[in-house]
């Protein structure tokens, strides 16, 4: 069953803190997103990739930079965790050319972040 | 003001009964996608629409591009539909990587009662 894996369910950690969120995909992939998902405000795009090394800017990259060096890997990294970045964290993939269009994205389970 | 607005933000149900999820969008949109996210947290995309209507099961969506709606309709409702469901709108962007952007509503929580 293919699938995307997001490394931890639930995750609490100090504010100030550098974390490290993992998601590893087995689809090969090309493209693969990070979401934050917050109450009242829906999903919004955080970062996305294209290829192995690349990366884009999502509506919110504020705070978090993203690493790939493996084309099943995707990481997302909050330099200095603050509570504003409390939130459900998702990660997705879909085939090259598909844009991030829902109808071919395969989404990870998500991971809660709690930052005190 | 958000670019994509669902209504209602929480629905309860009984089992059997028909249900209607509301999305109006300010946005030009080159298609428009219906998802449902489970307790697990996982979201699978149910529909793409860019016109008229379609069916799976016993989901129906449509979407009128004049109005700016669409409406995603649960005939006998079960208490496995229970889900978060979020409509998001799909609208085409420039640049040398032709990545879509989308625009998200904030999702309807629905609970069906056995």
């Known amino acids: 069953d293919v699938k995307v894996t997001q490394s931890s369910r639930y995750l609490v950690k100090r504010t100030g803190e550098k974390v490290f969120l993992e998601c590893v995909q087995d689809?090969?992939?090309?493209?693969m997103f990070w979401y934050r998902q917050d109450p009242g405000l829906g999903l919004r795009l955080i970062y996305f990739?294209?290829?192995?090394?690349?990366?884009e800017k999502g509506d919110i990259p504020e705070g978090y930079s993203v690493s790939r060096e493996k084309k099943e890997r995707f990481s997302l990294i909050l330099e200095s965790a603050s509570t504003n970045q409390t939130s459900m964290y998702l990660c997705a993939s879909s085939l090259p050319g598909q844009g991030g269009s829902f109808t071919f994205a395969t989404f990870g389970s998500g991971t809660r972040l709690t930052v005190v | 003001k958000n670019e994509v607005e669902q209504s209602p933000q929480n629905l309860t149900a009984q089992e059997g009964e028909f249900i209607t999820i509301n999305c109006s969008y300010s946005v030009g949109i080159s298609a428009l996608h219906w998802l449902q996210q489970h307790p697990g947290g996982g979201i699978v995309s149910l529909f793409m629409?860019?016109?008229g209507k379609k069916k799976h099961g016993r989901l129906i969506a449509t979407i009128n591009i004049q109005e700016k709606h669409s409406s995603l309709h649960i005939t006998a409702s079960h208490p496995r539909d229970s889900a978060v469901y979020i409509c998001?709108?799909?609208?085409?962007?420039?640049?040398?990587?032709?990545?879509?952007?989308?625009?998200f509503g904030s999702g309807t929580k629905l609970n069906v009662k056995p």
């Open positions: 998001a709108v799909r609208v085409r962007q420039g640049g040398a990587y032709n990545f879509n952007k989308f625009y």
């Open positions: 629409l860019s016109s």
């Open positions: 990739s294209y290829d192995v090394k690349m990366k």
């Open positions: 689809m090969d992939h090309e493209n």
